[in-house]
């Protein structure tokens, strides 16, 4: 952050939110996510709390400058922090003037399937006009029988539809039950105890740069009580929010504000092929994946890119 604050001639600020950083882990009370009362407290570890305490924060900084609260800001997100910058637009579309995803932990939808599902309606399409043209008896058969088995056929996926939510909801709250054990609290004390540095010095390019000091920041955190609590919770909180409201990737495409993708081309963690594919699914998205290139113009362009009031 010095180093960047040096570079633009300003303050940088950011916050931890729950779970991350040196954040306290605040307890959850058992029994949140079921009970439905308007009065219980909003679970600090879910979705809609970051979002509302990112949008807090932006409101905080106007203040502070003495700016007017609908000025708009530039949301950076880094890997999973970049679920909350995106959701923040969702929130608040008026707020957010531009979005900058750095190694985005968002997993990229599927679009050739419906490529696939325009070509079958395309071919269902002629195969209509093929048995309007030619309607003799046989062919009023065939069509009454197959307007029977698609009839049967919505029927069947709508019942394992049914089935498919029902199952994925006790699996949801079955899994969020066990994350939230005494069991899972220690499964993964002794995971990142065991791994906790190999997966650090395997995330890092160039395992020699990984000195003492970037251990123990990133070990510092593990030392806050409770830490894998709130890990957990934030887990159940991620599942339980998914399950909620419509996927992600399906609303990545009405996104219309300018958005930047960085990523690293020999990231281990979040591959580049996935932010390049992301960059393809969201509208006028510009991609960066040439680290070293991009570093060259970074030193030009970063101060218009933060100032710039369009």
């Known amino acids: 952050m010095k180093p960047l604050s040096r ?20 307890t959850v009370r058992s029994g949140d996510d079921d009970d439905d009362s308007l009065a219980r407290p909003l679970n600090p570890y879910s979705m809609t709390f970051s979002v509302l305490a990112t949008l807090f ?18 949301l950076i997100g880094h890997s999973a922090g970049c679920l909350v910058a995106v959701e923040t ?18 997993v990229a939808p599927l679009t050739l399937w419906r490529l696939d599902k325009e070509k079958e309606m395309r071919k269902g399409n002629l195969e209509e006009d093929l048995l309007n043209a030619s309607m003799n008896p046989f062919m009023r058969i065939w069509k009454a029988l197959k307007n029977l088995y698609i009839h049967l056929l919505e029927g069947v996926l709508s019942i394992l539809k049914g089935m498919r939510d029902m199952i994925c909801s006790i699996y949801t709250k079955a899994l969020s039950a ?33 000195t003492d000091h970037v251990l123990q920041g ?35 495409v009405q996104i219309s504000c300018p958005v930047l993708i960085i990523t690293g081309d020999n ?18 998205s510009s991609f960066e994946h040439d680290c070293l290139q991009f570093g060259s113009r ?8 933060v100032y710039e009031k369009k």
């Open 7 to 26: 570079l633009v001639g300003s303050k940088v600020l950011a916050f931890d939110r729950p779970a991350f950083g040196l954040t306290a882990r605040r």
């Open 57 to 74: 924060f932006i409101d905080l900084l106007a203040a502070a400058g003495k700016k007017k609260e609908e000025e708009k800001a530039i």
């Open 298 to 305: 970074l030193q030009e362009g970063i101060s218009f890119t």
């Open 218 to 252: 990133y070990t510092k955190p593990l030392k806050i009580k409770g830490w894998e609590m709130a890990l957990l919770e934030y887990t159940s909180a991620l599942l339980t929010d998914s399950s909620s409201k419509p996927p992600l990737s399906g609303r990545l």
């Open 267 to 284: 990231d281990r963690v979040v591959p580049s092929w996935n932010a390049e594919h992301l960059s393809r699914v969201i509208p006028g």
């Open 89 to 106: 637009y969702f929130e608040a579309p008026h707020r957010v003037a531009a979005l900058i995803l750095v190694a985005p932990a968002i």
């Open 178 to 210: 066990l994350l939230r054990s005494a069991f899972a609290s220690m499964l993964i004390r002794m995971i990142i105890d065991k791994f906790g540095i190999l997966a650090i010095r395997y995330s890092w390019f160039d395992p020699s740069q990984v």
